[in-house]
């Protein structure tokens, strides 16, 4: 089982998107594991996105994922972090596949919607940055039964 970190970012909730983004992840058969709705700041995104620190998208970056409230959702299954990925499609939403999810609702690299892990070491990292360990559930054989006693 592999734990992928997802951001939907300010335009996304700004637009309306948030069901559609997060049905398109629970349609692929993910379990949500940890979900909030929190207003990052900027050490916290400064953090989240250290790897990016110096190029030239940078400051637009930050100013952009600080800019709003944001969905952050911890989801779980098997190659969630390649599934997630391959779901949001790529970076640039020109290069996205159509049917995923930055091809269908957006135009821009710098309003691409939804972040998503990248690699197993990176989703730890991230999933430590945003959520504590008690605010993650398990799916175990109680939290998947759909039918309540
Ligand atoms: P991804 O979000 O697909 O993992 P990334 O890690 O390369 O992409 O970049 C992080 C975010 O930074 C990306 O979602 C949007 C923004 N970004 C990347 N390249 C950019 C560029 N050339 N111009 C503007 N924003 C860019
Ligand atoms: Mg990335």
Do not use: C
Request: charge should be neutral.
């Amino acid at each position: 089982m592999e734990r992928s970190l997802i951001i939907i970012k300010p335009d996304a909730v700004q637009r309306g998107l948030i069901g559609p983004i997060i049905t398109r992840l629970e349609w692929r058969g993910l379990k949500i594991v940890g979900m909030k709705f929190i207003h990052i700041d900027e050490p916290l995104a400064r953090r989240h996105y250290a790897v990016h620190e110096g190029k030239p998208f940078f400051p637009g970056l930050i100013r952009y994922i600080t800019s709003a409230p944001v969905i952050v959702l911890v989801v779980e299954g098997r190659k969630a972090i390649e599934i997630v990925r391959r779901t949001l499609g790529a970076t640039r939403p020109a290069e996205a596949a159509p049917g995923t999810i930055r091809a269908d609702f957006s135009l821009e690299v710098g309003r691409n919607l939804v972040h998503g892990s990248d690699g197993p070491e990176t989703a730890a990292f991230e999933i430590a940055l945003f959520f504590d360990d008690d605010e993650l559930v398990s799916w175990g054989r109680d939290t998947d039964r759909w039918i309540f006693e």
